[in-house]
């Protein structure tokens, strides 16, 4: 049943085309005045946010020997690049982070926000900020958490090049950065959770963000402090009653310039409870033969936060092992903590398929991963490869299909209004899809494998091949999977690597 969601319709018809003004380019990170300002330790030992952080988004340097895009190596010098830890479409880096902290963080209770260029928390405003925006979640946490993290997207940050689409990317890059924080969190074995539905009217205003252009997408939340009571903490009320610091950059308003963007956030944005989501429960999904998978290697995805980085020059063409298939396949399938009914179990939006070109043991194909019984259930035969690399991509993507050894495509229905969370649902499925692909992209690197998302495989071509030609499932995003071709990497190895436990 597909009734209402006009917004979404809207957004999805929308085809806004106008050139790009990179003369124009807003900045790629905020900035809050210095005042209050936490300088964070590179290296985590005294001070565990500061790790956090830096591995959910401070900038490395990486080092590398040129590849052209066909795979060869050019005579130039060797090249560093400033990244971050996870990726981002364009490299355009939308989503900023506010962290709430209590007085057992190292420095005073406040509201900060997390200048990555820096690698330092900027105060917007003092107080513990705890028990006011954990408050405003729908499903509030019973005890304090140690520590609640906000994900806003600026949303000219990234439409100034992909205009309304990039509500598309916004949501997704939160959802990977909320798989980053389950992943980092599990290695310390903290406990973390993930939440998309909250008053957003409130919690722009707690942050003091300007509406019209950015907007909260998920609320992280980590650990749990005992020692304070949620009632004894200072409310919203008290807390706005001092402003929150003005950012140094104003970013622009986009009612006028992402009109479908706005439309879709705001009208996302009228309350919704989590009760009246929907779960969906497991159906008998139609497909062909069942095929085995091997036990997936044993990976943390903790352990691919390190080399994790989206491979420039496609892959080799050797295949790779059915086991890294299965891990990559299973982490991307394994539930998460957070306020969506049955997410602990399973992600609740959004199935992982994969295409096979080269992967031992397994027949080239399309395929629904089965994680409950560690299997696949094929849906294309092997001309699902070539429906594949026909669709409409750019020649990067093209270039990197033509190499890689399989892809994995989460799928699931943009449309799906029984699911009762109204145009809301859009934003709560684009999350889980990053978050779910990052997942695997994660489990890649620590496979020691390439991934790469190339968002415009998600295409009709895509839904054919993998059998939804006549449904209302649709592919939502697309990674490229397989043995990385690449120059020599210098030696550089971050310290991530050695302080993760
Ligand atoms: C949501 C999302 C969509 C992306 N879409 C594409 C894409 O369509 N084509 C592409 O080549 N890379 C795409 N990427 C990869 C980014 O270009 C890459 O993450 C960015 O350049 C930063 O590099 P890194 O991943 O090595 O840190 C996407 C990444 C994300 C998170």
């Not at 900045?27 to 809050?32: A, L, T, V």
């Not at 962290?99 to 990555?116: I, N, W």
């Not at 252009?213 to 005992?226: H, S």
């Not at 009571?229 to 104003?250: G, M, S, V, Y």
Request: proline content about 10%.
């Amino acid at each position: 049943m597909t009734a209402g969601l006009r917004a979404t319709r809207a957004y999805l018809a929308a085809r806004p085309d106008a050139d790009i003004d990179w003369a124009a380019a807003p900045p790629r990170y905020k900035r809050y005045p210095p005042a209050g300002r936490s300088v964070l330790p590179w290296n985590s030992g005294s001070d565990p946010l500061a790790g956090l952080l830096r591995d959910l988004m401070g900038l490395r340097p990486r080092w590398s020997y040129p590849v052209a895009l066909t795979g060869t190596a050019r005579q130039e010098r060797p090249l560093v690049d400033v990244g971050r830890p996870v990726p981002s479409g364009g490299g355009l880096h939308p989503v900023e982070l506010y962290v709430c902290t209590g007085p057992g963080s190292g420095r005073a209770a406040g509201l900060y926000h997390y200048d990555p260029a820096h690698h330092c928390l900027d105060l917007v405003r003092p107080g513990d900020h705890r028990a006011a925006m954990s408050g405003l979640l729908d499903a509030p946490p019973a005890v304090l958490p140690d520590l609640v993290v906000a994900c806003t997207a600026v949303f000219w940050r990234n439409g100034f090049k992909y205009r309304d689409f990039a509500y598309n990317l916004q949501c997704q890059e939160t959802g990977a950065l909320a798989a980053q924080f389950l992943a980092i969190a599990k290695a310390l074995d903290r406990r973390a959770s993930v939440h998309v539905i909250f008053r957003d009217r409130e919690v722009n205003a707690l942050l003091g963000v300007e509406p019209a252009a950015e907007g909260a997408l998920a609320l992280l939340t980590l650990g749990t402090d005992t020692a304070a009571r949620i009632e004894d903490l200072p409310t919203a009320a008290d807390l706005t009653a001092t402003p929150a610091a003005a950012p140094l950059d104003a970013s622009p308003a986009v009612p006028t310039t992402l009109p479908h963007l706005t439309r879709l956030h705001t009208t996302a944005a009228r309350p919704t409870r989590v009760r009246d989501h929907v779960p969906r429960y497991p159906g008998a999904a139609a497909g062909g033969p069942r095929v085995p998978l091997p036990d997936a290697r044993p990976v943390r995805l903790a352990d691919g936060v390190a080399g994790r980085a989206s491979p420039l020059a496609g892959y080799r063409r050797d295949p790779v092992d059915a086991d890294a298939l299965a891990a990559v396949l299973a982490h991307a399938a394994r539930g998460y903590r957070g306020d969506l009914p049955g997410a602990y179990a399973a992600p609740v939006a959004v199935d992982p398929h994969v295409v096979v070109d080269r992967v031992r043991g397994l027949a080239p194909g399309a395929y629904r991963y089965d994680a409950d019984r560690n299997s696949l259930v094929q849906v294309g035969d092997a001309s699902a490869i070539a429906l594949v690399r026909n669709g409409p991509v750019h020649e990067n993507t093209g270039l990197g299909l033509a190499t890689a050894a399989a892809v994995v495509v989460p799928v699931g229905d943009p449309l799906d209004a029984d699911r009762g969370l109204g145009d809301r649902w859009y934003r709560v499925l684009q999350i889980e899809t990053g978050l779910v692909v990052h997942r695997a992209a994660l489990a890649a690197a620590a496979c020691d494998l390439g991934a790469r998302i190339h968002s415009d495989g998600a295409n009709r071509a895509t839904d054919a091949a993998i059998g939804l030609t006549d449904r209302p499932e649709r592919s939502l995003s697309f990674l490229l999977l397989g043995h990385e071709r690449r120059g020599p990497r210098l030696p550089a190895p971050p310290p991530q690597r050695r302080e993760l436990p």
